[in-house]
């Protein structure tokens, strides 16, 4: 094997990230990099085995420290975005609440969204870290222009087929209708208990009125919903929960009222994008759906809000989109959507978010950057020596095995039901070897390297590389 230096790409939420993320993999792969991509936990404990490299994390906040400081001890070049940063009630805040801990210091790369969001911000309240920076928008966002569009058009018509013609309400309660352990309250005091917050921070205010925003919301969501068949017969409607809401919340609510035009999606695990790209009209409340719509260039776009004015309202999204703040707002926006004055649409750059340049590229600015970090080496192989190779190979066995008998004989673990449910919404299926092959050669249509290798070293973890 040639001498190559490693990437480690971490993926947390697969319906967001995988195919972002292993388009980044395969562009990487084609600048001659061996790249190593999976789920996060799976990904923590393979690391202790392998060369270091480049490891790209999902976020850096306190509950990583451990590992971000193995990683310094053992050499990796520690690289970062937080995707939560995307979208903000009040970036200030919200960079204070997810970035201002010791791990910040300890990256070698801080991965930025745009100049005049969390980049301003940053070089402003941490000066030590502005020159280890760098703007590049949003991949996940990226993967959404017209020159990668096509990865998703398989998707598009599976859809298509699926629900035909249809308003997509893609909803957004996860405040209020949250999967639960059972020692949680709600989404505030568990910020003020878990996460040892003070209760009269600016951080739990706005947390207070993001719980009071939703419940309004809800209300004329469900009022709407309620006066849909009669005011639009002749329209189908789609309801798609966040992944982070009890379905059965909607499932009960749907059947109790017999609908024939509203349906539900019951796909927990994929992306959204193929939803949105392919309905006539998206509305949401307040969420990154809306963005990923501007994205996709759809036309009607809506943001339903609570009656008043919140400050947890996200600036970003009322440029984008067309807000209401009711369910006969909301009606009205439907039948006369084209007739309506509202604020105009961005129609060319969202200076907060790099990526919505036309000719800019996140994925060639990130590869550029990679290319410029001191301390890369590189390796014959990714495994530390001949024995850690045996070890991972066995452990891969034993897990493929382990995994099979407990589908064959229908184990489940009643004691980590809701973490077995977390992880399976959050990684779905789209992390198995199979899928994972067919998706990673379905997304080499566009970056054609002819002799890719795609190897699961562990389950959920796969080496791409080049046969030689």
Request: aromatic letters at 8%.
């Amino acid at each position: 094997m040639k001498k190559k230096s490693i990437i480690y790409i971490v993926i947390e939420t697969a319906k967001r990230e995988v195919d972002a993320k292993t388009l980044l993999a395969l562009k990487a792969l084609k600048e001659n990099y061996r790249v190593v991509i999976g789920q996060k936990g799976a990904l923590r404990s393979l690391v202790k085995h392998t060369n270091p490299g480049i490891i790209l994390l999902k976020s850096f906040g306190p509950r990583n420290t451990n590992h971000i400081n193995f990683l310094k001890d053992n050499n990796f070049i520690i690289v970062s975005n937080d995707e939560e940063i995307i979208v903000a009630m009040e970036i200030d805040d919200k960079i204070n609440w997810r970035m201002n801990n010791d791990n910040l210091n300890k990256l070698d790369l801080l991965l930025c969204v745009g100049e005049e969001s969390d980049y301003s911000i940053i070089k402003k309240n941490f000066k030590k870290i502005t020159d280890k920076t760098l703007v590049c928008g949003n991949i996940r966002l990226e993967l959404l222009k017209e020159k990668y569009r096509k990865l998703l058009e398989k998707d598009f018509n599976n859809i298509k087929k699926k629900f035909g013609n249809y308003i997509l309400f893609l909803t957004s309660f996860p405040q209020i209708n949250k999967i639960r352990e059972n020692f949680q309250i709600d989404f505030v005091y568990n910020r003020i208990v878990e996460n040892n917050i003070d209760p009269d921070s600016k951080h739990i205010f706005l947390a207070n009125e993001q719980v009071l925003m939703q419940r309004e919301i809800l209300i004329e969501t469900i009022k709407f919903l309620d006066n849909f068949e009669k005011n639009f017969p002749n329209k189908k409607l789609v309801i798609s929960p966040h992944p982070n809401e009890k379905f059965d919340f909607w499932k009960n609510y749907i059947a109790k009222r017999k609908f024939k035009n509203i349906f539900l999606n019951a796909d927990k695990v994929s992306s959204s994008s193929p939803l949105i790209n392919n309905c006539e009209m998206l509305i949401s409340s307040n969420s990154t759906s809306l963005l990923e719509a501007h994205f996709l260039e759809k036309k009607k776009i809506i943001n339903l809000l609570s009656k008043n004015p919140r400050p947890s309202e996200i600036d970003l999204l009322k440029k984008i989109s067309k807000v209401v703040r009711s369910s006969e707002q909301l009606s009205t926006a439907i039948k006369y959507y084209d007739k309506i004055k509202h604020e105009p649409q961005i129609k060319e750059e969202l200076k907060e978010i790099k990526n919505s340049e036309k000719n800019f590229d996140s994925f060639e600015r990130i590869l550029e950057r990679f290319k410029k970090l001191n301390g890369t080496k590189t390796y014959p192989s990714i495994y530390k020596n001949r024995k850690s190779q045996i070890y991972l190979n066995v452990i891969n066995q034993f897990r493929v095995l382990k995994n099979l008998i407990k589908g064959t004989i229908g184990y489940k673990n009643k004691k980590k039901k809701m973490i077995v449910r977390f992880h399976k919404e959050k990684i779905g299926n789209s992390l198995q070897k199979d899928n994972f092959i067919e998706n990673t050669k379905h997304i080499n249509s566009v970056v054609k390297i002819e002799n890719l290798l795609i190897k699961q070293i562990i389950p959920e973890v796969f080496l791409l590389d080049k046969n030689e």
